[in-house]
């Protein structure tokens, strides 16, 4: 299969300021890739030299074959990109900023740009200046999708979406997708890059750690498992092999915990509980638990 995007030990120092170290990794054509790490990891500044909007100090990267370098008008062009930050001529109305920005593709199809305002709920008539965050990012997507590009990159794209709104956008990618689009999903939350992608690629502190498929992951997760006693208990339970970063109270247990979810609960079975919690652990936690253990970073 094609790769749409390809890079190879790609690095950039911003002065002295570390932003990406010897990152490697490459996306195939059709493929919903998840681009996970936590703030400062490196995922803009990975994004922003695909894009050819900064340089990278050394290594190289490629998207549809082409060189991020030399030819980032050819690249830009059939690139679909919603920044993290959005930053609009405020004075504009919401129609006149999405039609003057689909000019620079050819011609507007108002058809298909009423369609995504409408799925996005988007008031094409107000001002950009009276939107909330969330509206902006709306415009950001529908701007975005417009020209139906074949290669979407979205960095953090859901900060100020309500749960609907997400659902809604996630099912335009999932509509672009089928349609042959291949997609790039910057993100620090890990639950919803799982929804939507079937591999992801791990950064943190400027290196990539690791690609997974999304189906390993889960087999390997851990869980977070709280609990709460209804009296206080004079000895721990005995917790079982696969249970870590244990802290304890005398009435409360969390821990995190992989393997068989059986072994966790027979563990525990003789304390009398108030309450249990099981949760995804966040993506820190993952990574001092899961990713830090082994790699040692
Ligand atoms: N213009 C800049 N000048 C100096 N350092 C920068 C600049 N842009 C980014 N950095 C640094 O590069 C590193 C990677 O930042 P980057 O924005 O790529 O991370 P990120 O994973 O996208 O995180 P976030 O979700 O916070 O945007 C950070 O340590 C950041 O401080």
Redesign the pocket.
């Known amino acids: 299969m094609k790769n749409v995007i390809e890079i190879e030990n790609l690095t950039?120092y911003?002065?002295k300021?570390?932003?990406?170290v010897d990152v490697s990794f490459s996306v195939a054509e059709g493929e919903i890739f998840g681009f996970i790490?936590?703030?400062?990891?490196?995922?803009?500044?990975?994004?922003?030299i695909l894009l050819n909007l900064?340089y990278p100090t050394s290594g190289g990267a490629r998207v549809f074959g082409r060189d991020c370098v030399k030819d980032g008008y050819e690249i830009r062009r059939d690139v679909g990109y919603l920044p993290?930050e959005v930053f609009y001529y405020d004075d504009m109305k919401v129609l006149e900023l999405l039609k003057y920005s689909a000019s620079f593709y050819g011609r507007v199809d108002m058809q298909r740009l009423r369609y995504l305002a409408e799925v996005m709920e988007l008031d094409l008539g107000r001002k950009i200046d009276d939107l909330s965050y969330g509206n902006k990012k709306k415009v950001g997507i529908v701007q975005g999708l417009l020209h139906r590009p074949s290669l979407i990159i979205l960095?953090?794209p859901t900060g100020g979406l309500d749960p609907l709104m997400q659902q809604r956008f996630f099912g335009l990618i999932r509509e672009e997708n089928r349609r042959g689009a291949t997609v790039l999903f910057?993100s620090?939350i890990l639950p919803e890059v799982q929804k939507l992608c079937s591999r992801v690629g791990i950064?943190r502190?400027?290196k990539m750690l690791r690609v997974e498929e999304i189906g390993s992951m889960r087999d390997t997760a851990y869980k977070k498992i709280r609990l709460e006693f209804r009296e206080e208990v004079p000895e721990a339970p005995e917790l079982p092999e696969g249970a870590g970063d244990v802290q304890r109270s005398p009435r409360e247990l969390a821990f995190l915990f992989r393997g068989d979810i059986n072994e966790a609960f027979k563990s525990i079975a003789r304390f009398d509980l108030r309450n249990a919690v099981i949760e995804e652990p966040d993506l820190e936690e993952i990574f001092l638990h899961y990713y830090g253990g082994e790699d040692g970073v």
């Open positions: 950039k911003y002065g300021a570390r932003g990406i790490g936590p703030n400062g990891a490196g995922k803009s500044t990975t994004i922003r900064i993290s960095d953090e910057s620090h950064i502190e400027g």
